[in-house]
């Protein structure tokens, strides 16, 4: 093994048959510390971010918090009985992309996915920045290393990410369900000292900068609408649970509303009650921590612990991007190497571009929450509305059994999120919101650009239109002079024309096609058989997802049954009209030359079809 596998074998592990892709789901458990750990962690500044808003009107509105926290957890119950709607109509996962296509129609699903994505990336921006002020809050010392942190963070969750699905969450679960007990354990002692009579301070003399007014109470209730951001993941991720699976997730979904509820309500009360003001440099938890248990190993533990959940909330993330990025790949709207399976049975390459995405967030905002916080949400919401409206006109169009109750239930749900929605948009707009409106539409535009290059490509390649052709099976010769492999991804034109060139130059022809367990063999017989029935096809399975060393095995004893003559590998391989039309497709034709010459392959020839 050379010194790149070595490397990589070490940091991921082993590479994972597809045969174990069903051992790779997650139990309740481990589900919610995987896809719930967006929401839970919002209790770490969802809170703050009411109060930042509050603070502007002077010591007297800070009260506010609790009415607007109240009214929160109601739309987040709304939005809770909603999903889980959804996840019964879908029990093998319905996302808002998936939704919103089926039932609003191709835009609307569209703009579901492309909000659901820049969301995502948004969450990992957010969450390893709020996590970093964490730290930076128990150890000021850091604050200077704020962006390197938050990108030494964003490479450690890449990494247990790449290394699968089943491993990630056993990483997880510890630290998510710690931070979920200590949060109630300060609940506990705020309750009790409260209800023993200690001592409580009371709130600085605040400067009014603005009166109270309803849109005031509107920004204060949108800033806090981050808590519900990771809600909508169990539902995109109902595949990654174990049998039942939307058992399981709605189950799971359910107990995610019950604990975020109690300790979203639970911070926000004793927020008010032992009037904590947000501060500059140190986080609403740590202080409420620092009066409740003091400086002692406790509150240490509590900053750590919110650290690491915060970081653990960019996971939601990390385990729902790359599935969605999945789905818009396979339908067309996303470059198709998003499509692939990794060596651990996870899409590797939408992880990759989910840390690089929020890498440059980090470098551009320099890693400070309160800079990125008015982007967000504008994303999720949107998801949620053309989700539910989806939904609605699902039940509406199938009428099922039930479907009334189910329809008001989305409905609902549809209704307390647009007008979210719109509260978010007309109160954070001007504060950085209309970043992501206008990033939307571009999004969507890429998407629709990204699918006419892949419709082009097809229709360039395709063989409907070319009559059969009736070869002669090509008798074997006496003795073989010049034998060659064609390499088979997909039978087009292109292939047909590596065969036709093959025909001319050798005297014994194989060609070799690697099933990735997606071939519809039956199929690619069928077409064979019509085109190139004078050429033997080898299908090789490749439990392991991988095209070039089972070719470049076959290549390899092949050229040992002909040892005496030169063998030529024939690789078909189309040309893009522009370089970067290029990117949307794998690079499989040079990854394969390169591991041919290093297996001391001598003659390689690629045929090349201009489209």
């Not at 996590?131 to 969750?157: E, H, K, N, Q, R």
């Not at 419709?455 to 034998?483: C, D």
Request: glycine share 8%; net charge positive.
């Amino acid at each position: 093994m050379s010194f790149y596998p070595q490397i990589k074998q070490f940091l991921l592990g082993k590479t994972l048959p597809t045969s174990a892709h069903a051992e790779e789901r997650l139990s309740n458990a481990a589900a919610l510390a995987v896809l719930s750990s967006d929401a839970l962690s919002s209790v770490a500044y969802a809170t703050e971010e009411i109060l930042l808003i509050l603070v502007t009107a002077g010591s007297s509105a800070l009260g506010l918090s609790v009415p607007i926290a109240v009214a929160i957890i109601l739309l987040l119950g709304i939005v809770i009985l909603s999903y889980r709607q959804t996840i019964r109509a879908y029990p093998k996962g319905g996302g808002s992309y998936i939704v919103a296509r089926e039932n609003l129609g191709l835009y609307p699903g569209l703009v579901a996915g492309g909000s659901l994505m820049i969301d995502y990336i948004l969450t990992v921006t957010v969450s390893v920045s709020a996590g970093t002020a964490a730290l930076t809050s128990l150890v000021p010392a850091l604050l200077p290393y704020t962006v390197s942190l938050c990108l030494i963070f964003i490479f450690l969750l890449t990494l247990a990410n790449l290394r699968g699905v089943k491993e990630s969450g056993n990483i997880f679960m510890a630290p998510t369900y710690a931070f979920i007990a200590s949060i109630f354990v300060l609940i506990g002692l705020g309750l009790f000292k409260q209800a023993t009579g200690q001592p409580v301070t009371e709130y600085p003399t605040l400067p009014v900068q603005e009166g109270v007014s309803l849109f005031f109470i509107l920004r204060a209730f949108a800033a806090g609408c981050t808590a519900l951001t990771g809600v909508e993941a169990i539902s995109d991720g109902v595949l990654a649970f174990k049998e039942p699976e939307w058992k399981n997730a709605r189950l799971t979904l359910l107990f995610l509303g019950i604990i975020l509820g109690l300790m979203f309500v639970g911070i926000t009360y004793l927020s008010n009650v032992y009037h904590v003001v947000p501060r500059e440099g140190e986080t609403l938890v740590s202080q409420l921590g620092k009066l409740l248990v003091g400086n002692g190993p406790f509150y240490g533990f509590i900053q750590i612990v919110t650290l690491l959940i915060l970081l653990l909330a960019a996971n939601t993330s990390y385990a729902d991007f790359p599935r969605l990025s999945y789905f818009l790949a396979k339908d067309g709207f996303l470059p198709r190497q998003l499509a692939l399976l990794g060596d651990r049975l996870v899409y590797s390459n939408g992880i990759i571009l989910l840390s690089l995405c929020a890498a440059v967030l980090v470098i551009v905002f320099k890693g400070q929450v309160n800079a990125i916080i008015p982007l967000y949400a504008v994303g999720v919401f949107t998801s949620f509305t053309l989700s539910q409206a989806g939904m609605v006109r699902r039940w509406f169009r199938l009428k099922e059994r039930g479907w009334q109750a189910s329809a008001l239930m989305n409905g609902l749900g549809a209704i307390a999120t647009l007008i979210v929605l719109g509260v978010i948009v007309s109160t954070k707009f001007l504060l950085g919101a209309w970043l992501v409106v206008v990033a939307i539409p571009l999004v969507v535009w890429l998407f629709l650009a990204i699918h006419r290059h892949y419709e082009y490509v097809a229709q360039r390649l395709s063989i409907q239109g070319l009559p059969p052709r009736s070869y002669v099976p090509r008798p074997k010769p006496a003795v073989v002079t010049h034998p060659a492999v064609v390499v088979v991804g997909q039978l087009n034109r292109g292939t047909v024309e590596a065969l036709d060139y093959a025909r001319t130059i050798a005297d014994e022809i194989v060609a070799v096609h690697v099933d990735l367990n997606s071939t519809d063999r039956e199929k690619l017989q069928e077409k064979w058989r019509n085109l190139e029935s004078d050429i033997p096809l080898e299908i090789i399975d490749s439990p392991y997802r991988s095209v070039i060393e089972p070719i470049v095995d076959f290549v390899a004893q092949f050229e040992d049954r002909h040892q005496d003559v030169f063998t030529t590998v024939i690789i078909p391989a189309f040309v893009t009209r522009n370089w970067w039309d290029s990117l949307l497709h794998n690079q499989t034709t040079l990854f394969l030359k390169t591991a041919l010459r290093a297996k001391q392959s001598r003659v390689i020839t690629t045929v090349r079809y201009y489209l």
